[in-house]
């Protein structure tokens, strides 16, 4: 029975907010609704990756921390690969990732809703 990608995203999301996990990986049919639903959450920075260099390089330059892949979209070997190089990649730093991020989570903040 087909499982509902906001659940698996909403408790991954937890994981790494509450410092379970630095890192994780959500995998749906197209990687789209998970990733969707992952960037609901503050703090969250998930990309689809169906390729090698948009894996590291989303790590090294975004600081990613959910990986979100396709099972209808790319193969099993391609997803162990991408998957490989994602967790191996780290985050540069360089000043001007960390300048794109805190505008990032400038957006985030200006938009989080309040009650």
Same mark, same amino acid.
């Given at each position: 029975? #087909?499982?509902?990608? #906001?659940?698996? !995203?909403?408790?991954?999301? @937890? $994981?790494?907010?509450?410092? %379970? &996990?630095?890192?994780?990986?959500?995998?749906?049919?197209?990687?789209?609704? &998970?990733?969707? !639903? !992952? *960037?609901?959450? #503050?703090?969250?920075?998930?990309?689809?990756? %169906? =390729?090698?260099?948009?894996?590291? @390089?989303?790590?090294? =330059?975004? *600081?990613? *921390?959910?990986?979100?892949?396709?099972?209808?979209?790319?193969?099993?070997?391609?997803?162990?690969?991408?998957? @490989?190089?994602?967790?191996? !990649?780290?985050?540069?730093?360089?000043?001007? %990732?960390?300048?794109?991020?805190?505008?990032?989570?400038?957006? $985030? *903040?200006?938009?989080?809703?309040?009650?």
């Amino acid at each position: 029975e #087909p499982a509902d990608y #906001p659940d698996y !995203a909403r408790a991954v999301s @937890q $994981e790494i907010l509450l410092r %379970h &996990a630095d890192r994780g990986i959500l995998i749906c049919g197209s990687g789209v609704g &998970a990733c969707v !639903a !992952a *960037n609901k959450v #503050p703090g969250i920075r998930a990309a689809i990756c %169906h =390729d090698t260099f948009s894996a590291h @390089q989303g790590v090294e =330059d975004d *600081n990613v *921390n959910i990986l979100c892949l396709g099972a209808r979209v790319i193969g099993t070997e391609l997803a162990k690969d991408i998957a @490989q190089v994602w967790l191996s !990649a780290t985050f540069s730093g360089a000043e001007r %990732h960390r300048r794109r991020l805190a505008k990032i989570e400038g957006i $985030e *903040n200006e938009f989080v809703l309040r009650e």
